[in-house]
């Protein structure tokens, strides 16, 4: 049950399509920065594999410059 | 932020979002999500309840948000004209700190070599008798405390009176000598009076920031967000003036580099800028400034026992205008590194009448050889110019630790000083004896050791018991093997208060387990002369007790009850409205406790109901009675002085045995020795481990890459460190920088004890040092 951190750099003036985008892609979250063009997404799923898929789909967002993973998680569900 | 751990994949998702803020904010300082923070916070029933962050010398007000008995959350308290409700990645993992695996509980005794566990009762016996049985064999100068600027001000109010009024010595240092103690003697030279005349409003005011050697962005950086906060609103420009490409430079419209040492010729030469275009203040400068000059070739305090007393004398104004033609931008630059066109762009903002400039710094310049002169000449810019005392014109000195301004230079923990003045001022210590209830006779009037010499002093055996609370001289102390070595030697007693074992806990005889933070009442007092109180949140562990209970019960023990009258439930209210009676006076005066527990905080002088902002400025300091606009009262004739003072250079430089700089410093992740951030799981992870930072080219020719193992050599010691390279910083060529958070890789057993003869205060930036792939 991996649980992900992500920073995500988007390209210049599309920080707030990103958000939109990436709030719209299922076992994601997303917490914008206030003050410089950085979101932080952490992502939920069930499986490695399921986790791959979903990083692929947030890479293939147009407005995603760079997606760096900063920590990972591993956990039973609850 | 933390939380208790009852969901563990909710507590999973917040350390991810944790750690991902925690890598942002180092990559982007000043960085903000205090939205997500607010929204991320527990829900329930918290007890929410305000108190200064205990972790830099900002002041940030921070709510704790408690549950069963345990604090669980923090937020940026919205009410605290520091912060505005928010916090860095220290203060919002605050809490995480109370909680670590190994706090010490219960007081140990060092019995044949092993440390065995007693009951507090016991241990307090020990040390009282221990103080009478080493007063009565080597004297009274032969016991002495050591202290913190993270002591809250009762803490340190206690110490003061049991060494200074009861025992009758100055034994009494604290950390904050190697931190502060040059922006002390800056301030005390120059105004004649402690502390900044402005405050962080000034921020909002101020079109130019000049940071000398100040890497906020990674020590302050909550400050230093409310600048890049001030740039996207209003325009400002950032210049970062340092010796080594930082978080900060990264972020400032401009970086200028100088070679070590060399601030004080480049500060020389904007003072030389400013006359030679007609940008001084005349009227300013006549009406409330004199000019002296002191002392030169004034050492290094490399010996024992080593002592100074400047000379100042008056010179006039032409004298000192020659004396600046040694520092022309053009010589200058032959020898800072610094381009004689940067320096005239640094004097350009400082000589333009329509520009208001706020000068910051911390360590770069305190800790220095020449700490006291580079603090003066910074003074001189805003003197000349007359950029003083006024909204955002400021000259501002920031502090490290939590209460370094308000225990250790307000309450006056260092040789020297009283709580009102100093000790060798008759009239100051008949004041403070009156107010203890003393015999005067009691209070030496002479100073006996600063840190440094204090070290020394039980090295040779001239102190024979030491009491050391909330720090942790055996990772901070420069020069450290002997000053270790020195502490274990036969016939010292020393006690250590803490709140986890450290490399200092190792060398005690007894340790005591203290209550840290929240688990205690106390106060600190900020860098902007701003006193918050906190309530006691939550229990301490075991048998941990406060500091200040822990001295008032020592006192007790060596028959001083009658000063020590305190009562337990109620003894932090009564000490903090007997030290309000030193400072019972317009310059000074204290806010009572009963505002303080209703503010975020309240700055002093609190005249008539009402904080000062800006000293010295008659339109807001009612302490000015010259009936002119300035009036700097903190000397006799109400003028500040500009001091002459010449560029020297440091007592070690580069040569062919070791030809680079070594510079030591901190990283934003970490407090200072790390003994309780590195017990916090995010910030370890985030920086687990010190490292050095070459220069890429320097890396590059040594075939040195990122992780190889590096070899530092002075004439002290060598230390082997893993390579950092266009990682956190960036070094200039032939110089390393090296953290000092990381007990394991004690990079102090290499640095050099020389000091500032006027302050005292060590020189951590500069040394030589032999640098090889090892």
Known sequence: MPIISYLAHPYKGKKDNLVQEISRVKGCEVIPAQNEELLIVVTETSSKQEEEILKAKLDAIPSMKLLTMVSGFETPID | MYTSLTNRRSFLKKMAVLSAMTAAATMFPGILFAEEQEEGLPKGNLDWKKAPCRFCGVGCGVLVGVENGKAVAVKGDPKSPVNKGLCCVKGYHSVMALYGKDRLTKPLVKKNGRYVETSMDEALDLIASKMKETINDYGKDAVSIYGSGQWTIPDGYVASKLFKGCIGTNNVEANARLCMASAVTGFMTSFGIDEPMGCYDDIDHADVFIMWGNNMAEMHPVLFSRLLDQRMRRGVKIIDFATRTTRTSMAADKSILFLPQTDLAVANAICYEIIANGWVHKEFVAKHCNINKGLTNIGYGLEDNFSFKDQPEKIDFEAYKKFLEDYTPEKVEKYSGVS????????????????????????????????????????????????????????????????????????????????????????HREFAAKIWDVPVENIPAKPTYHTVEMFRALDRGDIRFMWIQVTNPMVTMPKLKRYRDGAKKEGRFIVVSDVYPTPTTDIADVILPSAMWIEREGMYGNSERRTQYFEQMVAPPGEAMSDTWQIVEVAKRMGYEKQFYYKKESHIEEIYTEYRKHHANKKHNMAPLAVLKENPGMQ????????????????????????????????????????????????????????????????????????????IPVLHKAMPHAYVELNPDDAERMQIKNGDKVRLTTRRGEIILPASIKQRGIPAPMQVFVPFFDESMLINDITLDSFCPISKEPDYKKCAVRVEKA
């Not at chain 2, 000062?612 to 700097?632: L, M, Q, V």
């Not at chain 2, 006799?636 to 002459?644: E, L, Y």
């Open chain 2, 604 to 679: 002093w002088p609190y005249v008539e109901g009402k904080p000062t902002k800006w000293r010295f400025n008659a339109t807001y300091d009612p302490a000015c009675s010259n009936n002119e606009a300035f009036h700097f009262y903190g000397k006799p004739d109400g003028k500040a002085v500009i001091w002459q003072r010449p560029y020297e250079p440091a007592p070690e430089e580069p040569d062919q045995e070791y030809p680079f700089w070594l510079n030591t410093g901190r990283v934003v992740e970490h407090w200072h020795t790390g003994s309780m951030t590195r017990r």
């Open chain 2, 340 to 427: 004689a066109k940067d320096i005239k762009y640094l004097a350009s903002f400082y000589g333009d009448p329509n520009k208001k400039v706020m000068s910051l710094w911390c360590m770069g310049m305190n800790q220095h050889t020449r700490g006291t002169w580079i603090n003066n000449l910074v003074y001189n810019i805003h003197l000349l110019t007359g950029k003083i005392s006024t909204p955002g014109n400021s000259p501002f000195s920031l502090t490290g630790q939590p209460s370094a301004c308000g225990t250790v230079r307000e309450v006056g923990t260092l040789t020297h000083k009283l709580p009102h003045g100093v000790v060798t001022n008759k009239e």
